[in-house]
């Protein structure tokens, strides 16, 4: 259903394209063409165009020259790399949590997010399962206070978010990520920073061949849908 917005929005209408871009709705490598965004969200060009630069700083879209904006294209390389920075990036917070005396509060908010995780995939709730799981990581680099890190951790997620959905609309059923997330919870309980930051690098190892084989499927089937469309790239 098309949604009807104020013009004067523009971080709604980066919201709104953000949603369709993360749940596949808008392809990868999909032209984002303003006039049929204007269409869709009833809005000028002024705060589409102001959106979709938004989006381009947080990296899900990317602006080619003469030809416009189009939902970001990843290389398998591209997201090999984005997969084992975020897995230095998160054993690195983990370790940083050696210094802290009291993580009391950081395990009991860790457990309230595993439990969250439990919970939607129970349900098969692919948003609120990716949701809980950004969180849980953001806690423990929040609570380092980290400001850079938790700020190029938040920015690598958003970057990822595509990818992480796709693999929990393909493997929801299967996922391992609460193993991970409960052993992390349960390593630094009893302060064993070493197997909580041992526990983060294996999950990403484990769900990276996954991740790279779905979006390749997503991709080539776009490539398929969109060709007769907006021709090829």
Known sequence: MDVKAPA?????????????????TIRPGQPLREQELEQRFGTSRSPIREALRLLELSGLVTHIQRKGFRVTLYTETQ?????????????????????MHDLAPL?????SY??????AVAKRDIRACIAAA?????????????TPLTSMLSKLYEQVEPLRYLLARRSIETNTLQIYTHGITQALAVRDFERA?????????????GI??????????????????????
């Open 8 to 24: 004067t929005i523009p971080y709604f209408l980066q919201e709104q394209i953000r949603e369709l871009i993360v749940d596949g």
């Open 79 to 99: 997201i090999r790399h984005l997969y084992l920075l975020r897995a230095e990036l998160e054993a690195y917070c983990i370790r940083q949590l050696a210094d």
């Open 107 to 111: 395990v009991a908010e860790l457990r």
């Open 114 to 119: 595993d439990e969250a995780i439990a919970a």
């Open 134 to 146: 950004r969180e849980f990581y953001l806690a423990a680099a929040r609570y380092t206070g980290n």
């Open 197 to 209: 930051a041992d526990l983060t690098r294996t999950y990403v190892v484990e769900v990276l061949p």
């Open 212 to 233: 790279l084989q779905a979006y390749r499927d997503a991709a080539e089937q776009a490539a398929e849908e969109l060709a007769p469309r907006y021709g090829r790239a």
